[in-house]
Nanobody, 129 residues
């Protein structure tokens, strides 16, 4: 069983920064990808960024490229999402999720929530203008 716990959310003004953390534990050996998703009120959950466990390959959706950076520690137990130049449209609950998808499949499929079987409970991010 996999446990994912997010932290680091908060309220910032537009242009500010936040760093989210995802602490992973449990049987992670078959999980190849850790991703960050977000869901704003009244909107569908959308993928933001993903990282391949054990190597530095990363994936970003266009709306966050150049502003967000995903990274992980050497032990692959913590994944961070550094968010810079935040905008009001970044306001959402951010979720960490783990997937058994193979890395080469991700750019073909995009970040599809149903490809990620294990989820954290989320951390809220609010960006004011």
């Amino acid at each position: 069983q996999v446990q994912l716990v997010e932290s680091g959310g908060g309220s910032v003004q537009a242009g500010g920064s936040l760093r989210l953390s995802c602490q992973a534990s449990g049987y992670m050996y078959s999980h190849n990808i850790i991703g960050w998703f977000r869901q704003a009120p009244g909107k569908e959950r959308e993928g933001v960024a993903a990282i391949s466990r054990g190597d530095p390959r990363t994936y970003y959706v266009d709306s966050v490229k150049g502003r967000f950076t995903i990274s992980q520690d050497v032990g692959q137990t913590t994944v961070w999402l550094q968010m810079n130049d935040l905008k009001p449209e970044d306001t959402a609950t951010y979720y960490c999720a783990a997937s058994k998808l193979l890395w080469w499949q991700l750019p073909l499929r995009g970040m599809v929530a149903t490809d990620f079987a294990d989820w954290g409970q989320g951390t809220q991010v609010a960006v004011s203008s």
